[in-house]
């Protein structure tokens, strides 16, 4: 079993043993593992209990579970609990604002076993009579419900590229010689994904037998010489979409770049393409480019051919949603898009003063293996107690020791922030001398989320006032698949950032990666600064800037458009602290 199995069923014991109301330290001793497996860069199934018990976090007790999930492929502790609860109960936790204590309230006061019972519960009204609900907590279910209905099918990015590359990965391993990609939407980099589509040109006609006997297929949907489908279990567990569906398309080599140009789409895109085809007099499809005359083939083995044959520059995938990238195409005025490498620094993360999992010179340490050459510590501040958020005295003695530490690392800067929340009115939660002490500050919306849209905005308008803030973080608020953004005036937002010389974050965490791709656009267009940050908890937290790199490319931005692909002198000087102000 693979990582990501075996995390599942962990976490899925530390889900039923909190609706259970067990012992909270096993419950985080179990969450806590769960995290471990699945960021760890080895295959744990791999290790015997000793080497299990030599990964931090991981003890006796959970080193053998997981030796038994590894062996079995299941643990007869998690069948116990499983046993005690409809395993429909877990699909419960995975709506915005419903904990396992709600959960076990529901599923003990009203047999709430399933969604379609919760639905029920809360259209009819009973819920608001259990004490502790009301009729604002079942306002709040209902509207999860909707928001669920409205993402069904849908998956967050990076879980469909894993899926995705295992796929890949089993698939080229039979069939090496051929040309195994994944395309459409995953391909464009979308923020979630419908389905995986996957090309193979070259291949054999038997490996379709293989796509459809890969060992995650739960369900084959169609299996036929050049086209097949199969639904793939989620083994990241707890997706609320279920299943991903997979299709495997066949095609001849001298199609294959016309495949890959007509399946990535987006289908606005393949409109204008084809269009502007027509208006030469050729047709496109997913064969290739042809002569309307007489059907004579002009380019389709690779994606640049049938480009160049239209006139105009390849297009980066990112940038294939008719948002004018056509016409940038055809006058040769493509941007060169932002990549991962050429990021420098990391501006947003968190170590063991808070809530993360490392301390400082493990974190430093780790930006420096991902080619890091700073990094700004923001932990929280107080009005997050659940994260043992800092008070004054705390931030500025936390300062002192990054600075320390920073004398003392070696090759990666080290800047001494704070992640401080916006209080509801819109002023900060720490004091301005104490943020006037800091190198870096970075403002949050962590709370209040059901303001309305003129509060939000006065909000955050507010806070952006305050001359100590360098970056707005997680802007929007979103949790992708699970909260919706908080309603604000995103324009007068922009133009504010750009006017004080604040920052809008990326936020690289893969279920925020806000700003999104429009949002981030229209800063750049406005002139605000963007940085690109993790938003790491753990030294294996920076993984995750690939995410939001995508992002930005889709955003259209270049190396220049992203604060901290400077070096860090450059950069510093670049912060709103730093600005000289006329």
């Known amino acids: 079993m693979d990582n990501l199995g075996v995390a599942r069923i962990l976490r899925e014991i530390a889900d039923l043993l909190e609706i259970k109301n067990d012992n909270p330290f096993k419950i985080r001793a179990y969450r806590n593992g769960a995290d471990i497996v699945a960021n760890h860069p080895h295959a744990v199934a791999s290790l015997d209990a ?82 502790g609900m009301g009729a604002k907590k079942e306002a709040l279910i209902l509207k ?81 010489e050049t086209k097949s489908s199969v639904l793939i279990v989620d083994s990241q567990g707890g997706s609320q979409s279920g299943g991903l569906q997979a299709d495997l398309r066949l095609v001849p080599r001298e199609s294959q770049g016309a495949a890959m140009q007509y399946f990535t789409g987006s289908k606005a895109h393949n409109i204008i393409l084809r269009d502007r085809a027509i208006g030469l007099g050729l047709k496109l499809n997913e064969y290739g480019l042809f002569t309307t005359a007489d059907n004579t083939r002009v380019a389709g083995a690779d994606e640049e051919g ?20 056509i016409e940038a195409a055809a006058a040769h005025a493509l941007p060169r898009l932002v990549d991962r490498a050429d990021l420098r620094g990391d501006l947003h993360m968190h170590s063991t003063e808070t809530d993360g999992k490392d301390d400082v010179p493990a974190m430093a340490e780790a930006a420096r293996e991902a080619g890091l050459e700073y990094i700004a510590i923001t932990d929280h501040s107080k009005a997050l107690a659940m994260a043992n958020g800092l008070d004054e005295t705390r931030a500025l003695d936390h300062a002192a020791r990054i600075r320390a530490a920073d004398h003392a690392s070696s090759g990666v800067r080290l800047l001494a922030g704070i992640e401080c929340d916006i209080r509801a009115d819109g002023s900060l939660d720490l004091a301005d001398d104490c943020l006037a002490a800091l190198d870096l500050v970075v403002v949050s919306v962590h709370s209040a989320f059901n303001q309305d849209r003129q509060q939000m905005t006065d909000r ?9 803030v360098d970056i707005l973080g997680h802007p929007t608020g979103r949790l992708i698949l699970r909260r919706e953004p908080y309603p604000f005036d995103i324009e007068a937002v922009v133009d504010a950032a750009a006017g004080h010389g604040v920052a809008l974050e990326i936020n690289c965490q893969v279920d925020r990666l806000d700003l999104n791709d429009i949002h981030a656009r229209l800063a750049r267009d406005r002139g605000a600064p963007i940085v690109i940050s993790s938003d790491a908890h753990s030294r294996r937290g920076f993984g995750v800037l690939r995410w939001g790199v995508l992002v930005a490319r ?10 901290n692909t400077r070096p860090f002198e450059q950069f510093k000087a670049g912060l709103r602290r730093h600005r000289t102000r006329a």
Request: negative net charge; proline residues 5%; charged residues 30%.
């Open 50 to 131: 000793t080497g299990l018990r030599e990964i931090p976090g991981i003890g006796k007790d959970l080193a053998a579970r997981i030796r038994e999930i590894a062996d079995t492929g299941g643990a007869e502790f998690h069948r116990e609990l499983v046993a005690k609860f409809p395993p429909s109960v877990l699909d419960l936790l995975h709506l915005q604002g419903v904990g396992p204590k709600t959960v076990a309230t529901l599923y003990r006061e009203l047999d709430v076993r399933t969604l379609d019972d919760l639905e029920r519960a809360a259209a009819d009204g009973r819920i608001r009579g259990l004490r």
């Open 144 to 224: 999860a419900l909707e928001e669920r209905k409205r993402h069904a099918g849908r998956h967050l990015l990076p879980d469909a590229h894993d899926a995705a590359a295992a796929l890949v990965a089993f698939l080229r391993a039979r069939a090496p010689q051929a040309e195994i990609t994944p395309v459409g939407s995953l391909r464009r980099g979308c923020d979630t994904c419908g389905d995986i589509d996957i090309l193979a040109s070259g291949a054999d006609a038997s490996l379709m037998d293989d796509f459809v006997g890969y060992r995650l297929v739960e369900r084959v949907l169609g299996h036929g």
């Open 306 to 325: 049938i480009y160049r044959a239209l006139g105009l520059d390849w297009v980066p995938p990112e940038l294939r949603e008719a948002r004018g990238e």
């Open 460 to 468: 955050l308008l507010r806070a952006l006032e305050n001359p100590h």
């Open 554 to 563: 889709r955003a259209w931005l270049t190396p220049a458009d992203v604060l």
